[in-house]
């Protein structure tokens, strides 16, 4: 059966900093991943999705960017981090239905 | 621009009672559709998909497709509190990778 990992589970970090994110999937092959961040009382904004590796389309132009750097692995990056960034990010995959990870709660502060 | 429409509740129902579900789209090529429960702090759960208009049982959920009038609805029968969450509707076209999420809708079972 697939299973998607994400870490870390939370995270504070100060404005300014470093963001990295991984999100892995295991038991499955060439699927299709994304980023969402969901703000506390929103719906879930899309940010980047890839559809192998090295490819990656990008939603909503901003200070964050993603890599596939292996078919099943899917990074989330930042170099400086605004106060607008937290939120709850989730990993997904999908081949026919869309599977979500279990997040990454982010504050920064 | 693609949408789904979901009252955002919180709809409230007794435990043991049937709670109703809904959601529109806006897309009139939208295939496949989803429904997925998303518990406070934690990641949407799929509950159910479906891509045919009629009905889909699953345990005791039951999702309906009316393409005609583009809506979608997910029933819950037996209501428990453990069924209180946000529920999400989706829906995809074909051939996209990317669903469109409805913003949810608050559903909340008292004993």
């Known amino acids: 059966s697939q299973t998607i990992h994400q870490w870390p589970a939370t995270l504070v970090q100060p404005v300014g900093s470093p963001l990295s994110l991984e999100c892995t999937v295991e038991g499955t092959s060439n699927p299709n991943l994304y980023w969402y961040r969901q703000a506390a009382g929103r719906g879930l904004q899309l940010l980047f999705y890839s559809v192998g590796i090295g490819q990656i389309s990008s939603e909503v132009p901003q200070n964050l960017s993603a890599s596939r750097p292996q078919d099943r692995q899917f990074i989330l990056s930042s170099k400086k981090l605004l106060l607008s960034d937290s939120g709850f990010y989730l990993c997904?995959?999908?081949?026919?239905?869309?599977?979500f990870g279990p997040g990454t709660r982010l504050t920064v502060t | 621009q693609k949408e789904v429409e979901q009252n955002s509740g919180p709809l409230s129902v007794p435990e043991g009672a049937i709670a109703s579900l809904n959601c529109t789209y806006s897309?009139?090529?939208?295939?496949?559709f989803f429904w997925y429960r998303q518990y406070s702090g934690k990641s949407p759960e799929l509950i159910m998909f479906?891509?045919?208009?009629g009905d889909k049982e699953d345990g005791r959920f039951t999702a309906q497709l009316n393409k005609a009038s583009q809506y979608v609805s997910l029933l819950i029968r037996d209501s428990q509190p453990s069924d209180s969450a946000t529920y999400l509707c989706a829906a995809s076209s074909g051939g996209s990778y990317i669903p469109t999420f409805g913003r949810g809708t608050s559903l909340i079972v008292h004993p």
């Open positions: 997904a995959w999908s081949l026919d239905e869309q599977y």
């Open positions: 897309d009139r090529g939208s295939q496949s």
């Open positions: 479906i891509y045919s208009n």
